[in-house]
């Protein structure tokens, strides 16, 4: 029986997002489990479609034992602070310490992480796990599709896997494919040979998306590759907000035979270049979005649109107005928006009490420039608590508090509010308020992708929306600084030229 440490530390950074995660975002989780320590991790991660869930299973099932360190995961904002870092790795480390000796090492990251101080959060958390359990004991880490994967990541692990899917519906199936090959390297002992191949260009986050092409195709040239080559293979399109050298798209495997492995990366790598042109998506602005679903959406197959640049799941806060503004000037028949991060309007709906009129001030807390809060009279239709279980593809199993939820009503627009930020990714978020999703003409979600996998099933149509937000769907419209030079910026775009010092 070995002894296995295992832990997680999940941020997906958008250095261009408006608030930062301090130690008490962990702490709280925003839609994720709050921080845990300990013999909690497995208990408190039980039944969840995360990957160390995955991991710990197929770890128990193989009679191993598991000695929890520390996991954490925060909704996706701006750099982790310095204080939130030290504090949740120093405990991992400590933990890992005090557990010496262990025959391998089990991390739960992302591989998007930016810190204060820290260009690259997880390639530095591997490093001090190394340094900690010495250079024969495996380290093997399951890594986010989105991660900017950096070389200090592939030196410092043994092995690295990441997810296959967006929206992630495989997460737990990964972790429990990284526990697997760290028992295959505990048992066979030898180095894996290893290859780490980038691509020369962003593509936003909706044209990753795996349900539809290129992507699609590309995973599933992916899984060919490995059966032939015999190699483990991944591919992360990256997370196209990140503003340091190695942001971007990679592909990288692991195997016993170097020329094997070598091979096989460089085929995908030369297929998603050939796909550059494919990347490209259309991107709707709010008014022509609500027209277009208007026209289209009918009871029982209603038009979704995607707030994608208001994304909790990217680094938006969720609060911005700019598709329901656009909603409510057409008055929309059957259309809803959610999740509307605001806690103070949450909080006035209860207050206010259901089947009652108030005048809200909504969303816009966290200063876009330009926007101020939508204000005018709304009914308050359902209060809740915000406490239910997920049950959608991708987020099953995992049991929400959102704090004070409300649904409110102007004309034929509704609007769900929360006040915990969360991505609106799954039917649960509606039904606990009372709405069903699949009864509406428009649904407007603030979401990028991860919604496709509960809702896309149920849509007649989806519409990516380009309202205003942090999270921008076209990764020129950011302002960057700090990329490698020649980096084009989305596929066929302009290349990224340093800025005069």
Same mark, same amino acid.
């Given at each position: !029986? ?8 999940? =941020? ?10 301090? /130690? ?20 408190? @991660? ?17 009679? =191993? ?6 996991? #954490? ?11 939130? /870092? ?19 090492? /089990?991390?739960? &990251?992302?591989?998007? !992480? ?30 986010? @599709? ?6 200090? +990541? ?11 899917? /967006? ?53 599933? %040239? ?6 032939? =080559? #015999?190699? %483990? ?7 196209? %907000? ?11 495997? +692991? ?22 042109? $494919?990347?490209? %998506?259309?991107? =709707? ?33 969720? $609060? ?10 057409? $008055?929309?028949? #059957?259309?809803? @928006? ?78 769900? &509010? ?10 649960? !978020? ?72």
């Amino acid at each position: !029986m070995a002894r296995i440490a295992v832990g997680g530390f999940q =941020h997906e950074t958008n250095t261009f997002a408006p608030t930062k995660a301090d /130690y008490a975002a962990f702490e709280s989780g925003g839609g994720w489990p709050p921080l845990c320590f300990g013999d909690a991790i497995a208990s408190r @991660l039980e039944g969840a479609n995360i990957p160390a869930t995955g991991a710990i299973e197929v770890l128990h099932a193989a009679d =191993h034992r598991t000695v929890g360190l520390a996991w #954490g995961a925060a909704s996706p904002s701006a750099q982790v602070t310095r204080d939130a /870092y030290e504090r949740i790795a120093g405990e991992m480390l400590r933990r890992l310490a005090d557990a010496l000796p262990v025959d391998g090492v /089990y991390l739960d &990251l992302h591989g998007a !992480m930016v810190t204060e101080h820290l260009d690259d959060g997880e390639g530095e958390l591997l490093r001090r796990v190394r340094d900690v359990v010495g250079a024969n004991v495996p380290v093997v880490a399951s890594l986010d @599709l989105h991660a900017n994967v950096t070389r200090a +990541m592939v030196e410092r692990s043994n092995a690295l896997v990441a997810y296959r899917t /967006y929206p992630h519906v495989d997460m737990a199936a990964t972790g429990a494919r990284a526990a697997r090959l760290l028992l295959d390297l505990k048992r066979h002992g030898a180095p894996l040979a290893k290859s780490l191949r980038t691509l020369d260009f962003l593509t936003g986050l909706p044209s990753q998306c795996t349900t539809i092409e290129p992507a699609r195709s590309l995973y599933a %040239m992916l899984e060919r590759l490995e059966q032939e =080559h #015999g190699a %483990m293979l991944s591919f992360t399109p990256g997370f196209p %907000m990140a503003d340091f050298p190695e942001c971007g798209m990679a592909v990288f495997g +692991m195997g016993v035979d170097e020329v094997r492995v070598q091979v096989a990366v460089a085929a995908l790598r030369q297929a998603i270049a050939d796909a550059e042109r $494919d990347f490209q %998506m259309e991107l =709707h602005a709010p008014d022509e979005a609500v027209r277009r679903a208007m026209q289209r959406g009918v009871e029982g197959a209603p038009v979704v649109l995607a707030d994608t640049q208001d994304n909790p799941g990217a680094g938006g806060n969720g $609060d911005t107005t700019g598709l329901l503004a656009a909603l409510l000037a057409h $008055d929309a028949p #059957g259309s809803v @928006l959610g999740l509307l991060i605001d806690p103070a309007s949450a909080r006035q709906a209860h207050e206010v009490g259901e089947r009652r009129t108030s005048r809200f001030r909504l969303g816009e807390i966290s200063g876009v420039p330009g926007h101020v809060p939508l204000e005018g009279e709304f009914t308050v239709e359902r209060v809740t608590d915000g406490r239910f279980t997920c049950t959608g593809p991708m987020f099953h199993g995992f049991r929400m508090d959102l704090g004070p939820m409300a649904l409110l009503k102007r004309g034929n627009v509704r609007v769900v &509010l929360a006040s915990v930020k969360c991505q609106a990714a799954d039917q649960a !978020m509606f039904r606990h308020v009372g709405v069903e999703p699949g009864a509406e003409r428009v649904v407007a979600l603030k979401s990028s992708v991860h919604f496709r996998a509960d809702f896309e099933p149920i849509a007649r149509e989806v519409l990516v929306v380009a309202a205003p937000g942090p999270a921008k769907a076209d990764p020129t419209m950011f302002t960057w600084k700090r990329l490698r030079p020649g980096l084009r910026l989305k596929p066929l775009g302009p290349a990224f030229v340093p800025p005069a010092a």
